[in-house]
């Protein structure tokens, strides 16, 4: 009877809370590098008013899109609003692993990110214009996209986290188009180990970028997880690691994004 109480009760409380009042906006940014308009979802805190604005970056994942958070995690624009930032979700293509391919010109998603994407929010919106007001974040293809990019661009972003990301791509050769971005692994080995997240570490040093990364234990990235884990600590890296009771959908990532964007207003306001 308590259950059924505690049910019912969260029912109503649903049925009467107010709408998120977060702005949500679908606008289309131009990539030069790939030239084309590109989708991507904004959303702006509820009265953000004069003051700059700290940004994070959003990524969805394979076979994903721009309107995957909004959609699937609509909870995504309250936390907009309680840890007043902007949150921008990029369309990153149906598998694009944030690369800059080198097979396919189409797919220069490193660029269009970390360059392009990020000058026209910066000149569209409030913001604070330097890594110090930027992060970024993602699940799986977009938890690998995340720190690949940070890594590489740690003048750009100051902040950076994973969700069931793909940290190494080298144990599934044949998945997820991979091979169509940089060419089959038994063909083009160097460019699989120079475009793989746990072979960009010599490039961080301690501090330098605040790092989070969370995986489900039941989720099949999370071996290449916990030795990302283990080569960050064994490099002397500071980082978040969170690990808990969770497979690969959405489920998960609901809840895991409430405890990364914390862990960015964190870094913002420290």
Known sequence: MKSMFLSLTAVLLLAVSPAFAAKVDTVQVWSAAMKKNIPTVVITPEAAGDAALPVVYLLHGYSGNYADW??????????????????????????????????DKG?????????????WVD??????????GRAITGLSMGGHGALYLAMRHQDVFGAAGSMSGGVDIRPFPKNWDM???????????KRWEEHTVINQLHLLTAGALALMIDCGTEDFFFGVNERLHEALAYRNIPHD???????????????????????????FTK
Request: proline fraction near 5%.
């Open 70 to 103: 909004v959609k699937k995690a609509p909870a995504v624009q309250e936390l907009a609003d309680r840890f007043r930032m902007i949150i921008v979700c990029p369309d990153g293509g149906f598998g694009s692993w944030y690369w800059n391919s080198p097979v």
């Open 241 to 267: 690691y969170l690990v808990r009771p969770g497979a690969h959908n959405w489920a998960y990532w609901a809840n895991a994004i409430e405890y990364q964007l914390l862990f960015m207003h964190r870094y």
């Open 123 to 132: 000149g569209k919106y409030k913001t604070i214009a330097t890594a110090k």
């Open 179 to 189: 091979a169509k971005r940089l060419g089959a692994y038994a063909e083009q080995p």
């Open 107 to 119: 797919f220069q998603y490193e660029t269009y990110v970390a360059e392009e994407l990020v000058k």
